[in-house]
């Protein structure tokens, strides 16, 4: 089995992030242009309760933007922990403690805050695309009703 070199393990992480930050970035701008698509063909129309899975929808796609927020926030949060347990682990700490007892410590804390961090990046991310499934399955709902009512009426 082949054991990945320290420049390989950087170049892996590197393209792991870029890949899920683009993923983010590409579901916020899924829901932003749903957002704006919706507003945009419902100027000046009156709402009945069919539009209630429209009005769901657009919930749905709020929240999804809001948690993808979230997400990019709590990735760059663990960033910076990852970033200072790399910095106490070679003894270069703007407050590197000096004693090992407190050194370990450190090290124990900020790893502790890294998985915190990045347990709250994984629960957001989660959000963000469970949010947006929500809202594109009540546009359709809602487009089926619209559809129903309109072949109803002919």
Avoid at 15 to 37: C, E, M, N, P
Wanted: hydrophobic fraction near 45%; aromatic fraction near 14%.
């Amino acid at each position: 089995m082949h054991q990945l070199s320290d420049p390989e393990l950087l170049e892996l992480y590197k393209q792991h992030r870029t890949g899920q930050d683009k993923y983010a970035y590409f579901l916020l701008a899924i829901v932003a242009s749903a957002i704006a698509f919706t507003v945009n063909k419902t100027i000046g129309l009156k709402v009945t309760y069919a539009d209630i899975p429209l009005g769901l929808s657009v919930i749905f796609w709020g929240l999804s933007f809001y948690f993808g927020c979230k997400y990019l926030e709590w990735c760059q949060t663990a960033t910076f922990s990852n970033f200072n347990l790399l910095q106490l682990k070679k003894g270069v700490h703007p407050q590197q403690p000096l004693h090992p007892l407190e050194i370990e410590a450190a090290i124990n804390g900020v790893t502790s805050a890294l998985e915190s961090n990045s347990s709250n990046a994984g629960k957001y991310n989660s959000f963000q695309f469970k949010c947006a499934i929500g809202g594109a399955l009540m546009f359709l709902i809602w487009h089926a009703i619209k559809v129903y009512f309109f072949t109803v009426t002919i």
